[in-house]
């Protein structure tokens, strides 16, 4: 995020711990908000691109913890499935998300990012990836939002 916008991750970390307690969904809140409207402009000015928002959850990740291969698109459903996963670092601290992709040659082929606390990163939600959280010491939350391309 630039310098002068700052981001409550523990109000958001807060709520991803309450919901996944209460099993309901993470409620609005302004910060999430300022988030979400942020990202949406910078892909729109930097890239062109018009994004609108489908899902939004946050996940909890145990030290050491790292998830199955995960996608978003629903491939018998892709019209109604998202165009871009978001991933957004709350509180992540050494969390490596593995992106798997094809280039039209070669099949297979991936990009390992890292993650860090108010990072975010953004690819095709057709896209296999998993999340990885590298450090034995402490909890990471990452929010996770899927838009639609207009």
């Known amino acids: 995020m630039p310098a002068g916008f700052e981001i409550d991750s523990l109000e958001m970390a807060k709520d991803i711990l309450e919901s996944s307690y209460t099993d309901e969904k993470v409620p609005f809140s302004r910060t999430w908000d300022r988030l979400n409207k942020f990202i949406k402009e910078h892909i729109r000015v930097k890239f062109d691109l018009t994004l609108s928002n489908m899902e939004t959850w946050g996940n909890m990740y145990l030290p050491k913890d790292k998830t199955n291969p995960l996608r978003e698109t ?23 998300v593995r992106i798997y992709y ?7 082929k991936f990009i390992d990012m890292d993650l860090s606390t108010d ?9 296999f990836y998993h999340i990885e959280n590298r450090q034995n010491k402490k909890l990471n939350f990452i929010q996770t939002i899927t838009y639609e391309y207009l």
């Open 119 to 127: 990072k975010f990163i953004i690819f095709p939600a057709n896209n």
């Open 102 to 108: 094809n280039d039209n040659r070669r099949q297979g």
């Open 74 to 96: 629903d491939l018998n459903d892709l019209k109604n499935s998202p165009d871009y996963v978001c991933l957004y670092g709350i509180i992540a601290e050494d969390v490596s």
